[in-house]
C-alpha cells in the first residue's frame, strides 16, 4: 500500500462545476496535509493546507480532512479552465517527520 | 511566496560531463530537498537537508550527489552525466517546523545527449 494514493484521472469537469480531488493516507499518525496544484511543466504551488477535522475555506477552495477515515480531499468550486492542472496531495508523515507526495490527480476543466 | 532560486533553468549538455544544479533560498530554512521529476510523472525524493552538514538519501536512488555547506546552499552534482539522467530536477525548502511546508524553486530542466 502507497503511503498516499490519489485517483491518476484524469478527472473531467464542465466549465462552473465543483471538482472533488481525493486523497487518502496510511499514517493514522498524520498531523499536516497540504495541497498543491502543477501546471504541466512548472513546478508545484502550494494551495492549502489543513491541519484540523473538518472545512478548510479559502476562496474557491475548500480542505476536508476526516482524521478517523485517513482521508483528505479538496474542493474546487465554479471550475475554470485554468483550473486544469495535475493536484498532488502531500502529507507530514508522523514517522520520519517527513513530507509524502501522492502521485497526483489530473483536472480538466472543459469550457 | 517563496524565494528560492534555481539555476540553470535549462541545460542542454553532453554524456560524460560534470554538472551542477545551484539551488539557493533566501527564507532561513532549515530543510531544503531535492527532487527528480520526469514530464507526467511523480515527485521522487532524492535527496534531502536538515541543515548545515547533514545531506540524506531520497527515497529515489540517484547517482547525483549534494551539499550542504551554507544554511541558504544546497547545490546537486552529477560527476558524469548520461542521457538517463534527463530529467527536470525540483529543489525545495521548508522551515523545519513539525508542520512542514515544503516551498518548490522553478525547476531545472537537463537534457542529457
Known amino acids: 500500500q502507497k503511503e498516499v494514493e490519489q485517483n491518476s484521472g484524469p478527472l473531467s469537469v464542465p466549465e462552473g462545476a465543483i471538482a472533488s480531488l481525493n486523497c487518502t493516507y496510511s499514517d493514522r499518525g498524520s498531523q499536516s496535509f497540504f495541497w498543491y496544484r502543477q501546471y504541466s511543466g512548472k513546478s508545484p504551488e502550494l494551495i492549502m493546507f489543513i491541519y484540523s477535522n473538518g472545512d478548510k475555506e479559502d476562496g474557491r477552495f475548500t480542505a476536508q480532512l476526516n482524521k478517523a477515515s485517513q482521508y483528505v480531499s479538496l474542493l474546487i468550486r465554479d471550475s475554470q479552465p485554468s483550473d486544469s492542472a495535475t493536484y498532488l496531495c502531500a502529507v507530514n508523515m508522523e514517522y520520519g517527520n517527513k513530507l509524502v507526495f501522492g502521485a497526483g490527480t489530473i483536472l480538466r476543466v472543459k469550457s | 511566496e517563496a524565494d528560492i532560486y534555481q539555476t540553470p533553468r535549462y541545460l542542454v549538455i553532453g554524456t560524460g560531463k560534470k554538472i551542477t544544479l545551484e539551488c539557493s533560498q533566501t527564507m532561513g530554512h532549515d530543510k531544503m530537498y531535492w527532487y527528480q521529476q520526469d514530464p507526467g510523472m511523480e515527485l521522487h525524493l532524492i535527496h534531502y537537508s536538515y541543515g548545515v552538514n547533514s545531506t540524506e538519501k531520497g527515497d529515489l536512488s540517484s547517482e547525483s550527489t549534494v551539499s550542504r555547506i551554507r544554511t541558504e546552499h544546497f547545490p546537486l552534482t552529477l560527476e558524469s552525466a548520461r542521457p538517463s539522467h534527463t530529467s527536470q530536477y525540483l529543489c525545495?525548502?521548508?522551515?523545519?517546523?513539525?508542520?512542514?511546508?515544503?516551498?518548490f524553486g522553478e525547476g531545472s530542466w537537463l537534457t542529457v545527449v
Open positions: 525545495a525548502s521548508s522551515p523545519g517546523a513539525s508542520r512542514n511546508t515544503i516551498y
